[in-house]
């Protein structure tokens, strides 16, 4: 059974001979998230894209940090979802080929047809999403900000008791 780094060097391997350079996985993960559309197209997008950072993540860690193995870094799922995504890639069912794939079709039927576009569709929706992100952030900060100030008063107040 292949381990960890095995099956990320696999996939590593075919990025780097598709880009035609280095660093394949995270040409690959730069070019889905330079295709800000690209989960309108592909339903796993977002999913998929996830998981590649956190995979890269943890063969970093693996490869570069003390203390961080295979052992306590991953498990099979993980060495099965690598070598699943190697071979959707093989057979052009990737999300990058699958948004290839259905921007080419639709751009058929479209100059056929001549209808609107579903990415207009897209963009608004992610707009929405964008925007909800936001206030999500938002929301995080301003608890954050408060409770650290709660947090200096009630220090303050104790140290003037014990003081």
């Known amino acids: 059974m292949m381990n960890f780094i095995d099956s990320y060097k696999k996939l590593e391997k075919l990025c780097n001979e598709m880009y035609g350079d280095k660093h394949g996985v ?3 993960i730069d070019e889905m998230i330079n295709t800000p559309v690209g989960s309108c197209y592909v339903k ?3 999913e998929d894209l996830k998981q590649l950072k956190h995979y890269r993540w943890v063969r970093n860690q693996i490869v570069h940090e003390p203390g961080c193995t295979e052992t306590n870094m991953c498990n099979r799922d993980d060495i099965q979802w690598i070598n699943n995504f190697y071979t959707r890639m093989m057979s052009t069912s990737d999300p990058l080929a699958l948004y290839r794939k259905t921007i080419r079709s639709n ?3 479209h ?4 209808g609107k576009s579903a990415s207009r569709q897209c963009d608004d929706s992610q707009q929405k999403g964008k925007h909800s992100r936001f206030s999500q952030e938002s929301h995080r900060c301003g608890v954050f900000v408060w409770g650290t100030i709660i947090a200096v008063i009630v220090i303050f107040l104790f140290f003037k008791v014990i003081l």
Not at 111 to 114: F, H, M, N, P, T
Request: no cysteine; charged share 15%.
């Open 111 to 114: 100059s056929s047809s001549g």
């Open 44 to 46: 796993s997008w977002n």
């Open 107 to 109: 751009r058929k039927t």
């Open 26 to 28: 995270s040409l690959y």
